[in-house]
């Protein structure tokens, strides 16, 4: 069945999965199942200017969550985004006055958060120590833009650009009985080498032959009730021009609540075949594939942003990426920076969230098949760098970006399994409760490399999870313009 031109309702979800929502919790006194409401998913596919502009396919409901995956196309060349952008419920909150007069009752605080992963690119180097890492940073200029140089102390010959047209096959969907699916690959051929600096001159036909992702992509929803979010008494006090300023947080019992929990995966199956190693490339001839990945969230403007602002910062759910290394967790905000020398994962999992909500995951399985035999995949992450905007109607949009890379034995013909994966609560409600309102805000045009970045910007964000938080913002430096800092309002 081909789905690029229409919109086709989406499949359900098992009530364990309910579980993968940290923030979604289930009271020990409910006894009734949940309730699969499969027909409220919808699918859209087309043409977009998000993320650089190309081609898409979105799982969506409403405007509180759309999954997907955007690349780029023979009229407008990009990389390929795998894309969530959704509503976090962060808790209900009861708003008083220092005197004790309730402001605001029952409202639910919401955010929209962007979480979408890249591929960068593709290249070649000689695994010289045999770690199975390439110690290398990227080079950035004085406006905070990564450029094209490569610094390491290993040989690297050449890469590819995953900026290009993709070829997308037909769209299949089957359904089973706890989900829908669709399936469909993506190609690129013959993309030609960019020489880097250990380059010897041509090799084999001089292009990657063929790069081609299989996805297998996933949705499922059902309807909770009787669950629980957090719920905090905020206290507000009033100042000149009758404003109202954020004050105090105090964190009550949970509330009950219903909602919709979304389950989303995409999982691909990536082969690379056809690669030229360089002549010289004798000593463990290595393939890295770099990606970069970004978290932020849309802070309105207008009356919501002194308790949005707060609340964000009171519950630490800004959102931060956490992996492992051999020395333990490793967390990535927009203060980590650039690493002097990339640190290895040692387990191949990079998970996106705040102190309560989870975001999304980027993960990957340790082996790959190479030329028919298994080897061991490497991974690595290299910075966290600030991205910060404002929005043309005050709202402001604040996160940061992870880079990071996987690296493979070389071959002639290279399969491996990643997933992103990304879930949601939506359409929250309890007795007389209604949502904050906001804005949904989309990373806009040529949404490239990850680098970048405005630098901002709030004090506050420098907490690491556990810290307590401060209670003030400020604006700090100017945003600079990015690729990655091109937004727009989609409401």
Not at 7 to 30: D, E, N, R, T
Not at 268 to 275: A, L, P
Not at 466 to 491: F, H, I, L, V
Request: glycine residues 8%.
């Amino acid at each position: 069945m081909n789905m690029r031109t229409g919109s086709k309702a989406v499949g359900s979800l098992a009530a364990v999965l309910l579980m993968l929502l940290g923030i979604f919790a289930i009271p020990s006194s409910v006894s009734a199942l949940p309730v699969t409401i499969n027909d409220q998913l919808t699918t859209e596919s087309g043409t977009t200017t998000d993320f650089g502009g190309g081609d898409y396919f979105y799982v969506k409901f409403g405007t509180d969550a759309s999954f997907g995956v955007v690349w780029g196309t023979e009229e407008s060349a990009n990389n390929i985004y795998f894309v969530a952008v959704k509503a976090r419920y962060l808790g209900v909150a009861q708003v008083y006055d220092d005197e004790g007069n309730k402001v605001l009752d029952n409202r639910t605080v919401k955010i929209y958060t962007v979480y979408a992963v890249k591929l960068e690119d593709v290249l070649e180097f000689s695994d010289i120590n045999g770690n199975g890492v390439l110690p290398y940073k990227r080079v950035y200029d004085t406006e905070f833009n990564f450029t094209g140089d490569y610094v390491s102390s290993e040989p690297i010959y050449k890469k590819v650009d995953l900026k290009t047209a993709w070829t997308q096959s037909q769209v299949n969907y089957e359904e089973t009985d706890d989900e829908k699916l669709w399936s469909f690959d993506l190609t690129a051929s013959d993309l030609p080498y960019m020489p880097m600096d250990s380059y010897t001159g041509e090799t084999g036909d001089n292009v990657l032959n063929n790069l081609t992702l299989s996805f297998h992509l996933s949705a499922n929803m059902i309807q909770m009730d009787n669950a629980s979010l957090p719920q905090w008494r905020i206290t507000v006090q009033k100042s000149l021009g009758n404003m109202w300023w954020f004050y105090d947080a105090e964190k009550m019992d949970d509330i009950q609540v219903s909602g919709k929990v979304i389950s989303y995966n995409a999982k691909w199956d990536q082969r690379i075949e056809g690669w030229d190693y360089d002549v010289e490339n004798t000593v463990n001839a290595t393939l890295l594939m770099e990606f970069s990945a970004l978290a932020g969230n849309y802070i309105p403007a207008g009356a919501a942003t002194w308790m949005t602002m707060n609340m964000v910062r009171t519950m630490n759910e800004y959102g931060y990426a956490y992996c492992r290394d051999v020395s333990g967790d490793v967390n990535l905000t927009e203060t980590t920076g650039f690493y002097p020398t990339p640190r290895p994962l040692a387990s191949p999992l990079m998970k996106f969230g705040g102190e309560k909500t989870r975001i999304g995951a980027l993960e990957w399985v340790s082996n790959v098949t190479v030329d028919g035999e298994q080897g061991q995949v490497h991974s690595q992450v290299m910075a966290g760098i600030p991205v910060y905007a404002f929005a043309m109607n005050g709202a402001r949009f604040g996160g940061f970006a992870v880079l990071g890379a996987m690296t493979f034995p070389g071959g002639q013909l290279i399969d491996h399994d990643p997933t992103f994966s990304s879930e949601a609560l939506v359409d929250v409600s309890t007795d007389g409760a209604s949502a904050m309102p906001v804005g949904m805000l989309l990373i806009g045009a040529a949404a490239a490399v990850i680098i970048i970045i405005a630098i901002l910007a709030l004090v506050t964000m420098d907490k690491k999870p556990g810290q307590k938080m401060q209670q003030n913002y400020e604006r700090t430096k100017g945003s600079q313009p990015g690729e990655w800092a091109k937004y727009y309002d989609k409401k």
